[in-house]
């Protein structure tokens, strides 16, 4: 089970639940931005203020492309997306959607790819606290020794979202590429 997290609410955001192969996400947003992602068994929707679920147009784009995530026909989110952190968060999280689908990276290559080689522990932190998971892929960043190192939805879901991807690049190899 993952640690269950409660974001603070902007004005206008809303949540809504949506139903993936791995488990029920919530994602929360508003018209102009997704804030927030659950993974499965990371909330429970009933510590939620129902008056606040709704569907709002970049949470109802997320669910979308989520759908298609699964279904092998998107390998790349196109979401706007605002989530709170500081500026390096902001900027290790951002380069997360730069590891190619179906691949992965170090913590330390993440760390030189920002600029900042000797910042691993670092990156490693802001990766943990990754307010877009799945949308932003935290869960192709591994250990140096390229095993599977701490997930917010546990191992066992980190791997099956990088089976995931390979299956559905191994797949499309043969035509094109799902994007």
């Known amino acids: 089970m993952t640690v269950t997290v409660t974001p603070t609410f902007g004005i206008n955001d809303e949540w809504t639940v949506i139903p993936t ?3 029920e996400m919530m994602v929360i947003g508003d018209d102009d931005a997704v804030h927030f992602v659950h993974l499965p068994d990371s909330f429970d929707a009933r510590h939620f203020d129902s008056r606040r679920a709704g569907v709002p147009a970049a949470v109802a784009a997320t669910a979308e492309q989520v759908d ?5 026909r998107l390998s790349e989110f196109s979401l706007p997306l605002d989530p709170a952190g500081t500026d390096f968060q902001r900027r290790v999280w951002f380069a997360l959607a730069d590891i190619p689908y179906g ?10 790819r920002i600029g900042n080689p000797k910042a691993c522990r670092a990156v490693g932190l802001a990766n943990g606290r ?21 997930y917010g939805g ?6 099956r979202l990088l089976d995931h991807e390979r299956t559905a690049t191994a797949t ?6 799902a994007r």
């Open 154 to 159: 546990g191992l066992e879901l980190k791997q």
């Open 21 to 23: 192969p791995v488990g």
């Open 172 to 177: 499309a190899s043969g035509g094109r590429r």
């Open 68 to 72: 298609a995530y699964f279904a092998g």
């Open 103 to 112: 691949a992965t990276e170090s913590y330390g290559e993440l760390a030189s």
């Open 130 to 150: 990754n307010p877009l998971p799945l949308v932003l892929p935290c869960h192709r960043v591994i250990g140096a020794d390229g095993s599977l190192t701490g």
